[in-house]
């Protein structure tokens, strides 16, 4: 009796006719890249240059729209950045909020002023300042809460009541 007789290999069995490696499943696959990035950039501040990224990559997966959703808030500038967020621009049938709506989020994405100078050039152009100005948070606003009202109704009452008892108590 051998002494490896119950041992197994680790090394990945090999089936007839499959090769060991596919040089096209090999490759970094950009679907699963950009789905990594776009979740990266909410909860960043505005970096144009991973926007650009992000373009690029939906323009590897032949997503023009997609590229120009990103491009629109990138520094990036070229015909092929113009063509796919007209692509984009079309997308939303050119309304300002359905653009603003599908254009990505991140920390501080309603201060225009953070904005590179390309970006805020295709803002002005479709007209989305407004729209993205309103992603703001809000501040909640104080209003006098009902029970305070009620309180003071209270009080008052209360205070009517001992005037009531007081005037009787006086009459003989």
């Known amino acids: 009796m051998s002494a490896n007789r119950g041992a197994r290999s680790c090394a990945p069995a090999k089936l007839a006719g499959v090769s060991s490696t596919n040089p096209e499943s090999a490759r970094v696959d950009p679907a699963a890249t950009r789905r990594r990035l776009a979740a990266f950039v909410a909860a960043e501040p505005y970096k144009p240059e991973l926007l650009a990224k992000l373009a690029r990559l939906s323009v590897q997966l032949n997503e023009p729209a997609q590229a120009g959703r990103y491009w629109l808030l990138s520094d990036a500038t070229g015909p092929e950045v113009d063509a796919a967020v007209e692509v984009f621009a079309e997308s939303c049938q050119?309304?300002?909020?359905?653009?603003a709506s599908e254009l990505p989020r991140f920390v501080g994405d309603f201060?225009?002023?953070?904005?590179?100078?390309?970006a805020l050039a295709r803002i002005e152009k479709y007209g989305l300042a407004a729209e993205l100005s309103r992603r703001a948070p809000r501040k909640p606003r104080r209003t006098?809460?009902?029970?305070?009202a009620f309180?003071?109704?209270?009080?008052?009452?209360l205070l009517l009541l001992l005037c009531v008892a007081l005037v009787m108590l006086r009459r003989p």
């Open 111 to 118: 201060e225009l002023a953070t904005y590179a100078a390309q």
């Open 144 to 148: 006098e809460a009902p029970s305070t």
């Open 94 to 99: 050119r309304l300002p909020r359905l653009m």
């Open 151 to 157: 309180a003071v109704a209270g009080l008052l009452a």
